[in-house]
């Protein structure tokens, strides 16, 4: 994705050359922080960049605060790659964005033009806040923006409801006048934009107002802005919440209306009367139960999939800054364990392709030290994704299908932590999150040999289908009212778990990250109109690989034939173990823990 930033110093009477020149912060090369934040922007956006300096001016009529704004394009829309930040001719308007919008595709997606521009050309016109929060409420896709509007000296920005791209705030001691917006940043203190709003940074006033999103109460975003409000303090920054204005979002509360009468569900009531017995004669009486069911979600994920598959140039890594010839090498990567996420993903995926036309699936494993290579093999990723990778080779025959064995050893891993992923992974700084942000970057990464500049991963699937072992112990030990409560708390929370990690990790490669199952229209069906055990089924009778993620396992049967279910009944996995990157460290760690290697080489050593 891109690379954006934004950069406020107050520097201007100790350095007034740095008006016309550059930013103190972005442009001090004599500081390795600076060269090396400008890399990590410039990796994410790898094909334009552009940068722009203004000022603000004080209430005396002296020059206030500097604004450096500054963009690196990941060209994934329009029929060109377009430089940013976007700036009117008055130079008033300042508008920097990082995603994609869905719900503006034409009907023949070649002719989409890039959608920061457009949101660019609608904001100039807008006349007040509310219009323009009815506005960011129209998009559906994953974003983050930046936008200065010179006339009201107002600093807009913030993320999408669920945080699939990334913004942080950052500040540090060797700028002790400045502070960052940006998608990736290196500085000593550093925290994510939560996901509560939309927020408006007035700059002479030093205030910020929140715009919240119209929810449901989501106890978990409200204390990760207490903590926002807490680290801008320390910059003598106030941080209040518009009483009156919201800004609309889709709907997550989920379905809960028939909860009260769980007993006379007519679907529930012949899932309970179905007896234990072969796991495969199970599913496929289950598939019989919920065929309209599993329809309807097909349709949305489709569809979901279909648009993240096409909207993008037709070129790969290697052709788009040539651009003079057809590409028919692979522009569409998946992150393929063989699991049943990324199985329903590549077979969609792979329905959306012409004949002729390529995809790469990317299979990482870890190992130790040694010679041995025959232990690749046996790495449990490794050993699903290849029989997968063989079914789909054999359903799409027309198509060129490559599984790309990505295989990292120990010292690898601690040599580019080092170096590069603990950055990215920062602020987090958990055992769990040095495991999944070191799996994914190396997954990402290749061998350097897959071309593909979008990659789709299963993101999401786990928590809006009940996909974790504890959903079946939270159901054992507090019924059907427990467990709702839990997925919900599984949606609410899912912004600060994960999902700003691996955008930062993902994007490092210069490449575009895409979760359909977060996709607005299956995320409101999962939601709204999906029950609970439809979903996540965790009844005696439906052990461990099938209860969970009952809705998708159907799904992918539904897609492979009755011939495959064993495939559909992989249980779930995590990645850390299936990848075997668990394996590599100290046993006795928990995911929970601080993870002490990712303070390991960090920005105090520079």
Known sequence: MCGILCCLSDDIETQPALVKDACPVCHNYENKKSALLYNFLASRGPNVSS????????????????????????????????????????????????????????????????????????????????????????????????????????????????????????????????????????????????????????????????????????????????????????????????????????????????????????????????????????????????????????????????????????????????????????????????????????????????????????NVAFYQDTHDQSSKIQIPDRQTGLEAYELLKSKFNNLQINFIQVNVNKSEVEELRQKRIHYLISPLKSVLDDSLGCCLWFAARGNNDSPARILLLGSGADELLGGYSRHRRVYECKGWEGLLKEMQLEIDRISLRNLGRDNRILSDHGVAPRMPFLDEDVVKFLTGDCDLWLKCCPLPQFSRGLGEKLLLRTTLLKLLGPQNTHLALLPKRAMQFGSRIAKLENSKEKGGDECKRLNQGCCEKL
């Open 51 to 362: 940068s722009s300096i203004t000022t603000t001016s004080s209430t005396n009529g002296s020059v206030g605060t500097i604004i450096h704004l500054s963009g690196n394009v990941l060209w994934t829309q329009g029929l060109l790659p377009e430089p940013q930040p976007y700036v009117d001719s008055f130079e008033n308007h300042y508008f920097l964005f990082n995603g994609d919008l869905y719900n503006r595709i034409p009907n023949d997606v070649k002719e989409i033009n890039n959608d920061g521009l457009h949101l660019f050309e609608a904001f100039k016109k807008l006349h007040d806040e509310q219009e323009l929060l009815e506005r960011i409420s129209e998009f559906r896709g994953p974003f983050a923006f930046i936008y200065y509007n010179k006339l009201g000296n107002k600093l807009w920005f913030g993320r999408d409801f669920f945080g699939r791209e990334s913004l942080l705030m950052s500040y540090d001691e060797d700028y002790p006048n400045s502070i960052l917006i940006s998608s990736v940043s290196v500085l000593g203190r550093i925290f994510e934009v939560p996901t509560f709003g939309i927020f408006c940074y007035k700059l002479q006033e030093k205030e910020i107002i929140a715009y919240e999103w119209n929810s449901h109460p989501r106890d978990v975003i409200v204390d990760d802005f207490v903590k926002f409000t807490t680290c801008l303090k320390e910059k003598d920054i106030h941080v209040s919440i518009h009483p009156k204005i919201r800004t609309q979002c889709i709907p997550t509360l989920l379905k809960n209306t028939t909860l009260s009468n769980v007993k006379e569900d007519p679907v529930l009531l012949q899932l309970i009367s179905l007896e234990s017995e072969n796991a495969e004669k199970l599913l496929y009486r289950v598939s019989q139960i919920l065929d309209d069911k599993v329809n309807r979600f097909l349709v949305h994920l489709r569809s979901a999939v279909q648009k993240r598959v096409q909207v993008q140039p037709p070129y790969c890594k290697n052709c788009v800054e040539l651009r003079d010839k057809i590409c028919t090498h692979s522009k569409i990567g998946i992150l393929f364990s063989g699991g049943i996420d990324s199985m329903v993903l590549a077979y969609l995926a792979a329905e959306c392709l012409s004949p002729g036309e390529s995809i790469d699936l990317l």
